[in-house]
């Protein structure tokens, strides 16, 4: 089953690795994303990470132990990393599989996606 492609909004960024973020034009992306069954979950996830930076930003304002606050720095990178690790999990499941149970040069062009991703992320 063939899904259709739209190309995805650039956010304009390098990534860590220094190499330009693709452009729209470069980046196709499926109409339904692996995590849309979860995504009520992600977003109450990443609403917590936004509370755990709001509050790490009253800790310095407060003046806090500098420990406490590297303390909260690392739970929320943490946070982060698993939503990450989870997205990627799913995008591997839903959108990898597809693309190479498909064939063809999309399937090719997925595996080199979640590598680059993958090495995004491990760089981290």
Partial sequence: MSETTTAA???????????AAPEPSERAEHTH?????????YLSRLRR????ARGIHRMIEDDTY??????????MTSA????????????????????????????????????DAIRRLVKS
């Fill in 33 to 41: 994303h692996g995590y849309m069954s979860d995504k009520a979950r």
């Fill in 66 to 75: 500098c420990i406490d606050i590297l303390t909260q720095i690392s739970a």
């Fill in 80 to 115: 982060l990393e698993n939503v990450g690790l989870a997205l990627l999990d799913d995008h591997l499941k839903h959108c990898v599989a597809d693309a190479v149970a498909d064939g063809g040069a999309e399937g090719e062009e997925k595996l080199k996606e979640a590598s």
């Fill in 49 to 52: 990470i936004e509370g755990q």
């Fill in 9 to 19: 909004p650039s956010e304009g960024t390098a990534g860590s690795d220094g190499a």
